[in-house]
Nanobody, 123 residues
Framework: VQLQAFGGGLVQAGGSLRLSCAAS????????MGWFRQAPGKEREFVAA????????YYGDSVKGRFTVSRDNAKNTVYLQMDNLKPEDTAVYYC?????????????????WGQGTLVTVSS
């Protein structure tokens, strides 16, 4: 599975962005998908994860209630809708895929990674 994340950019605090992650390969629907982020000088942080069907979703504490993860298996794409953005959301956002059944919150357990897209939130 190859992943490509896009949709990052510069946005003011309180604004919204939607990230997309396009996957190649016909087995996308059988991969759990995750979003992580990494700010300068900080460790990679779990943001969200979603199961094969989309029925199960997990969120990091810092984004609960503001971010929404979804997927469209027909388009081989997973999305991250980010609302009410804050300056502390500034980071490079990565999408990841794993062939297991359970959405994962630990970055090291994912098999595949995209190249990342930069989100900058100005105050």
């Amino acid at each position: 599975v190859q992943l490509q994340a896009f949709g990052g950019g510069l946005v003011q605090a309180g604004g919204s962005l939607r990230l997309s992650c396009a996957a190649s390969g016909h087995t996308f629907s059988r991969h759990v998908m995750g979003w992580f982020r990494q700010a300068p000088g900080k460790e990679r942080e779990f943001v969200a994860a979603i199961s094969w069907s989309g029925a199960t979703r997990y969120y990091g504490d810092s984004v609960k209630g503001r971010f929404t993860v979804s997927r469209d298996n027909a388009k081989n794409t997973v999305y991250l809708q980010m609302d009410n953005l804050k300056p502390e959301d500034t980071a490079v956002y990565y999408c990841a895929a794993d062939s297991g059944r359970t959405p994962l919150v630990v970055a090291g357990l994912y098999d595949y990674w995209g190249q990342g897209t930069l989100v900058t939130v100005s105050s």
